[in-house]
């Protein structure tokens, strides 16, 4: 969390959800109190997890397994949606 909150330069988080500590979720929520305009990705063998439904309707979850090109399709669409936002 410190690093996001202090490298402006980080625009993106891509996580799992079951993590040690914390899930993936509830990372997402305290990184985009501290960083509004941070774009993310949640990846998880759990497409039913509590918490999963409590993520902003932005935030796309990449249920596994998943393929490579849609992982990379996602991350692409994030992408442009950080470089829409920089030309603001």
Not at 18 to 37: D, E, F, W
Not at 71 to 79: E, G
């Amino acid at each position: 969390m410190q690093a996001i909150a202090d490298d402006a330069n980080i625009r993106l988080l891509v996580t799992d959800f079951s993590m040690p500590g914390i899930s993936g979720a509830a990372l997402i929520l305290k990184a985009i109190q501290v960083r509004p305009q941070l774009r993310a990705l949640l990846m998880t063998g759990y497409p039913d997890a509590e918490g999963l439904a409590h993520l902003p309707a932005n935030v796309p979850v990449l249920i596994k397994p998943f393929r490579r090109a849609e992982f990379l399709a996602k991350i692409d669409c994030l992408a442009d949606e950080i470089r829409e936002v920089e030309q603001v």
